[in-house]
């Protein structure tokens, strides 16, 4: 089904690259880490000379993606996922739902004297 992932981060400035140990444990710690350099960088710059304050922040852009295929997440009126059969599926069997089909067919009609 769907699952929200960040899949960018803005900060007006350049950090540090991220050390491997951090990386290695996710998207989220990540930003964590990002978050916590840009408040010590803050700090230092309003100790620093001007003792000016300064204003820096982590923007977390975030998009909806299949936990299934990894596509990004898109659905019809109702809720029903297009992506991939496996999400599909788990729509159908999380709504307790078939999918009707409403086919008419004509029956013959006989003739009437």
Sequence with gaps: ?????????????????VP?????KGQEAIVEYYESWVKEFE?????????DPISLSVE???IDVCSFCG???D???VGFPFCCKEA????????????????SIPLP???TD
């Design 75 to 77: 659905v019809d009126d």
């Design 1 to 17: 089904m769907k699952k929200t992932v960040i899949n960018e981060i803005t900060i007006v400035c350049e950090p540090p690259n």
């Design 20 to 24: 491997f140990y951090i990386r290695n």
């Design 88 to 103: 599909q599926e788990e729509y159908k069997t999380q709504n307790n739902q078939t999918i009707l089909v409403n086919v």
């Design 43 to 51: 700090e230092f710059m309003r100790d620093h000379r001007s003792q």
């Design 71 to 73: 596509l990004e997440w």
């Design 60 to 62: 977390r852009h975030t």
């Design 109 to 111: 009609t006989t003739p």
